[in-house]
């Protein structure tokens, strides 16, 4: 082991960065691919072993029709694939479903990949205890998650968990830092290999471009490092003459210098499950085998579940553990903004009462007797008040100086952990002031106030020297897979303990807070704080109760929806879609602050995603405003009969029919009635589902009214009834503005070959919309990320429709939606705000599109824009 403080070498060589691992032309030799033309199944390409899989040799199989390697009913299974234009990640077809001959299990996947659909196949394993019921592996992973008692246990039960189902040598929870780097977390191993835990990984050893395919794919699975590529033959599609995109390819070939990597390591084989939280790539689960190692599809499909349960449970965690947090930092702050009322010096009220400022926000790690160091000091019309360890008066005066400019372009808010790399003059006072946040409570005259925190003198253990050596080959330098992983110690100063999410906004609620108190320093302030720390304290508790009530209720959905499912992909879509359903019902709650939601509100917010089902729907009722608690069952109930109608009701054909109709009752409750007409033949199912128990049962438990379900010959009919205590607010105005009672009858008809304005400026978030473009066979205009020139494309193009985002890195896009209602073109905004009062007046109205998306009502929604008349 060396002990030294390394300086990483600058140096900008990026092969890993730009090797282009989504093409690779190949794939693992153990399985075997076929690339099909949608429109007649033919065989465009094929690699692989599919003699051994499917009993043809290659050449057998190339500009050949599949209908002599399939079965008639396994024919019409893919021609359906085909049909399905959001089928962008693999879906698993386990064996039988697939299989070509008697006596080979065969396991199989298909997506698709510019409107050709990829199949991929390997050898199933019939003998697995988990081959017919993968699920039950998956519940036998997750048991005791519920009784982690913190963030560390949860992750090394996983890595127990899944070493245990999976049978790898070595398992590792993998987290990625701030700056890129991996930290090994959790571990779980075989008794004779060396520990990994607590390592940090440089960021270099996973790439950018496999960061963003382990967001698209959760897992990945190399089964031996040492092996022969299968190439795709031919290399290129025939039909476009370009190479076959595999970013969601299950087999798809591994990159060289990742392959060497593993060899210096020793590994010979991997499977990596990917943490996605919030949309992000929190880390990874990363498993090593020192043999090779082919885990079964269907075993994979379970690991598969298993990361998308475990990411839900480490995000549910961290937010729960902001929640807290913020609720003790609110608390603090009211009992701050109370002890202001009484005096005239708001820089000694914060620094000599209790609590203090640094009781609001700490200073960074704990001393021998037990208080934070760290210090603030509070700079108000060039008079400065202390508390803690500071830097001197002079220093803290040359700071501020300093600050008033290059805080000019900021929120009124600033943080750093290091604050002499940005500002010089610091290395002077790093031991006390390493770490700085800040908040301008005015510009004129600069009063500010700014928390310290000392230097923290960290030292990380390295595997291997974090620096890779640069080598010289055929290609000219580049930087290698290092072959080194021999540990080192890595000192870090000049840092400090990073400030947290919840402290910058707790910094900035007190800005907030104090500029009420500078300009309104009345003696009604006092008694109005004090009724808002009332109010707060009740809306936290309810907040508590509601946040731990979703998530129960989404647990007993997990539970419910995993029992009634036929397979492991409709456990996974009902489960999707069950989970928007609740999450459309509170958007719709938040709108209103929690008071109630129209009845009409929550139909139109249901049945919009059928806005294209050939159906027609047909609403009239009077007014009503439901409870909570009411509005949330009603919803669950509604998309449980809309999803049964686009399955196999109404929506499902030409000319089906819902009305759906609603009166008060003599009682003072509600009676609401679903009508389906014009579908296919309805026969009375043999088994009452989940769906069916959760409309009866959860209307009746819940809310104390009830549902009764009649399937007529001619359609479905549902009545339900709700009691007087489930409506908050009552007129006898009727519905005036139903949905139509035909779908489809546009007033303008949909452009041949629409053209979309993008201004969006995440990356990840305009690929999924180009992407949706692509398989439309829609033309992106653009895009454009910054607001200069998404203004210069609305003057100058030509185009159906727009999507703007709100948010441009800080520059709203307002002006760009003031040229398209020049010009009369029809356009929605795309945010994840809060609907309710983002947009600025003269914008009210213009319709929002809430992120992130579900591709399907995006289409939907665009579509209607685009054969929406245009405006003179």
């Not at 465009?44 to 057998?60: H, K, V, Y």
């Not at 510019?114 to 199933?124: P, Y």
């Not at 995993?562 to 492991?568: G, Q, V």
């Not at 929605?828 to 600025?840: E, H, I, K, M, R």
């Amino acid at each position: 082991m060396t002990d030294r403080t390394l300086k990483r070498d600058q140096v900008d060589l990026t092969n890993c960065d730009r090797e282009p691992i989504h093409i690779p032309g190949a794939i693992l030799p153990h399985g075997a691919m076929l690339v099909l033309e949608s429109g007649t199944l033919h065989v465009l390409q094929a690699a692989g072993d599919t003699l051994a899989l499917l009993g043809r040799p290659i050449d057998a199989l190339l500009d050949r029709p599949v209908d002599t390697l399939f079965s008639e009913g396994q024919i019409n299974h893919l021609q359906a694939l085909c049909n399905e234009s959001d089928l962008v990640k693999p879906r698993h077809l386990l064996d039988p479903l697939l299989r070509v001959m008697p006596d080979r299990p065969l396991d199989a996947s298909a997506h698709r990949v510019d409107g050709n659909l990829i199949i991929e196949f390997e050898a199933g394993e019939p003998g697995d205890p988990f081959f017919t019921d993968p699920l039950s592996a998956v519940q036998l992973m997750v048991e005791g998650f519920g009784v982690a008692t913190s963030l560390s246990a949860l992750c090394q039960m996983a890595t127990a968990s899944v070493r245990r189902m999976a049978r790898y040598d070595r398992v590792m929870v993998y987290r990625f830092m701030a700056d890129g780097s991996g930290w090994v977390i959790a571990e779980s191993r075989a008794p004779e290999l060396a520990p990994f835990l607590d390592l940090h990984y440089p960021a270099a050893d996973i790439p950018q471009q496999a960061r963003a395919l382990y967001l698209k794919s959760w897992l990945r699975l190399i089964t031996q490092v040492d092996y022969d590529p299968a190439p795709l033959t031919p290399a290129l599609n025939p039909l476009t003459g370009k190479p076959l995109d595999m970013s969601f390819a299950i087999l798809r070939d591994v990159s060289p210098i990742h392959r060497e990597y593993l060899r210096n390591m020793g590994i010979d084989a991997s499977m990596s499950i990917s943490i996605i939280v919030d949309g992000k790539l929190w880390g990874l689960i990363a498993c090593h085998n020192n043999s090779p190692r082919l885990l079964p599809r269907h075993l994979r499909a379970a690991c598969e579940l298993f990361g998308s349960i475990f990411s839900l449970q480490i995000e549910a965690r961290e937010k729960s553990e902001q929640f807290e947090t913020r609720l003790a930092s609110r608390k603090i702050l009211q009992e701050l903004m109370l002890n202001l009322a009484g005096v005239g010096d708001y820089a000694f009220g914060l620094t000599q009462q209790t609590p203090n400022l640094l009781d609001y926000i700490h200073g960074g790690d704990i001393a021998l007797d037990g208080a934070h160091n760290g210090g603030v000091a509070v700079c108000v019309e060039g008079e400065i008040t202390f508390l803690g360890v500071t830097p001197d008066r002079t220093q803290i005066t040359e700071l501020t100086e300093w600050l008033t400019s290059y805080m000019v372009e900021t929120e009124g808010t600033f943080a750093t952990d290091r604050l002499s790399e940005i500002y010089p003059p610091a290395q002077a006072f790093t031991e006390v002031a390493s770490g700085l946040l800040v908040i301008a409570v005015s510009r004129d005259p600069a009063d500010f106030i700014l928390w310290f925190r000392p230097e923290l003198v960290e030292t990380a253990l390295w595997a291997g020297d974090p620096a890779k050596p640069m080598t010289t080959g055929p290609d000219g330098d580049r930087l290698s897979p290092r072959k080194s992983f021999e540990v080192w110690k890595h000192t870090v100063r000049g840092r400090a303990l990073p400030w947290t999410s919840a402290e910058t906004d707790s910094a900035f609620d007190l800005r907030i807070s104090l500029l009420h108190v500078v300009l309104r320093r009345i003696e009604a302030a006092s008694r109005e704080r004090q009724a808002a720390h009332d109010r707060d304290k009740l809306l936290m508790a309810e907040l508590d109760h509601r946040v731990k009530n979703t998530l129960a209720n989404i647990q007993a959905l997990v539970t419910l929806s995993s029992r009634s499912a036929e397979s492991l992909t409709s456990f996974v879509e009902g489960l999707d879609k069950r989970i928007h359903s609740m999450a459309k019902a509170h958007n719709l709650l938040t709108q209103s602050r929690w008071e109630g939601v129209s009845v009409e509100g929550l139909l139109r917010q249901e049945i919009e995603a059928y806005g294209h089902a050939p159906g027609g729907v047909a609403m009239s009722g009077v007014h009503v405003v439901l409870t909570p608690k009411s509005a949330l069952s009603l919803s669950l109930a509604l998309h449980e009969l809309a999803t049964n109608a686009g399955k196999y009701g109404a929506f499902s054909v030409v000319g089906g029919r819902v009305d759906v109709t609603w009166q008060l009752r003599e009682d003072g409750g509600l009676g609401l009635s679903w009508t389906e007409s014009g579908g296919p033949p309805v026969k009375p199912p043999t088994q009452r589902g989940f769906g069916s128990n959760l409309i009866e049962r959860a209307l009746a438990l819940e809310t104390g009214g009830g549902a009764t379900i009649r399937y007529e010959p001619g359609g479905v009919i549902c009545d339900i009834i709700l009691p007087k205590s489930s409506l908050v607010e009552l007129t006898t105005i009727p519905v005036a503005k139903p949905l139509t009672a035909t779908r489809g009858d546009a007033t303008r008809a949909m452009p041949e070959h629409p053209r979309l304005l993008v201004v969006e400026d995440s990356f990840l978030v305009l690929l999924t919309v180009e992407g949706m473009c692509e398989d439309l066979g829609w033309q992106v205009i653009g895009p454009a990320t910054r607001l200069d020139k998404a203004i210069a494309l609305a003057k100058a193009e030509t185009f159906d429709a727009a999507l703007l985002d709100i948010n441009l890195d800080g520059e709203m896009s307002w002006a760009v939606a003031e040229v398209l209602n020049e010009r009369g073109i029809p356009f929605a905004f795309s945010s994840g705000y809060d609907q309710s009062n983002v947009l600025p007046d003269y914008l009210a109205g213009s319709e929002i599109i809430a992120k992130p998306y579900r591709i399907e009502e995006l289409t939907n929604r665009l579509r209607e824009m685009m054969m929406r008349p245009r405006l003179p």
